[in-house]
């Protein structure tokens, strides 16, 4: 279940650093190289299949849009449902939505109003590609909660340790890291 | 490997419509409730992955964003890579575009110009949730040739058979559509 110390070092070999992107002074974390390496993206998924097969969850939630690509492959390794969480103006549906704080300005989030009613006592996963500040996260938790499901924890394939995002998001949720970047 | 009668209503009848979305006179196909329901989420990646099992395929490239959904999940399922085709200014790395006409103006998706480049002679699955007119789905197919690599199909978990989208994709390759909506 736990990942060796040679699985997680090939893993982060797999992610390509962006340096500048998208403006200066920001390193941006590719995962597109890790997600067109079969062996990579394999070794990644796998891992979360085994750590969540005992959860008992009914539900993958996923962040619009990089957690859609890990949430939706985990779902249907676990065989469960699916569902998206979204910026503003994207779900055709009744929505809930969460307003967060950006470094400059408000951002929000939306989840259908009934997102997880197919279920009785949803038991939610959300997951994500990479939490910073965590901003993002914080308010799909909240929204989760809101529309009556459980988000039971929240996983990001990789943590920029060096921010207090994770720290936050535990308040609320117990919070999972696959890859800690320094 | 072909769905059944019943399998077919049982997807058709998971997806919403939702009427007036994005604006008025539109009826809008949400794949949401499908994707909620684990049963008809498994039914129709084991019939994806049933089908592409024998293509011998590299990658499935997925269309931003809800073709991140099917398409990284069938990716995991056939234990191969994921390549994700965005919308303008999203991927970091460096890209190639391709601009595509709408019903009112011009858009443009972009790939990485190495994304295929892991593998020699990659063959590739295009993947989508919808194709009604085709303009990005014409301009992902042709992005994936540009960087090198064959598209062998595209895939769509539903077609809207009284716009032309398909005849015209059909001229550059094979078109696969799991359900017809009239």
């Known amino acids: 279940m736990t990942l060796t110390i040679q699985e997680k070092t090939f893993l982060m070999n797999s ?5 500048d992107f998208p403006k200066p002074g ?3 974390k590719d995962i597109t190289t890790l997600l067109a390496d079969k062996e990579a ?10 750590r969540y097969a005992s959860y008992e969850l009914t539900h993958v939630a996923g962040i619009d849009a990089r957690g859609f690509i890990f949430g939706a492959a ?10 998206p969480i979204r910026k503003k103006g994207k779900l055709p549906y009744t929505t809930v939505s ?11 989030v939306e989840v259908h ?17 990479l939490i910073a500040t965590g901003g ?3 308010a799909a938790a909240n929204l989760i909660n809101k529309v009556g499901a459980e988000c039971v924890e929240a996983c990001f394939i990789m943590g920029l340790d060096f921010l207090s995002g994770q720290s936050k998001l535990r308040d609320i949720v117990n919070v999972y890291t696959v890859i800690g970047v320094d």
């Open 15 to 19: 992610i390509r650093d962006i340096v």
């Open 98 to 108: 969460e307003k967060y704080t950006l470094e400059y300005g408000v951002d929000e």
């Open 41 to 50: 993206y394999g070794v990644l998924m796998k891992h979360l299949q085994e």
């Open 26 to 28: 920001i390193v941006f």
């Open 113 to 129: 109003i009934d997102a997880f009613s197919n279920i009785d006592s949803p038991k939610v996963l959300l997951i994500d590609d």
């Open 136 to 138: 993002t996260a914080y």
């Open 74 to 83: 985990l779902a249907q390794m676990l065989g469960i449902g699916f569902v």
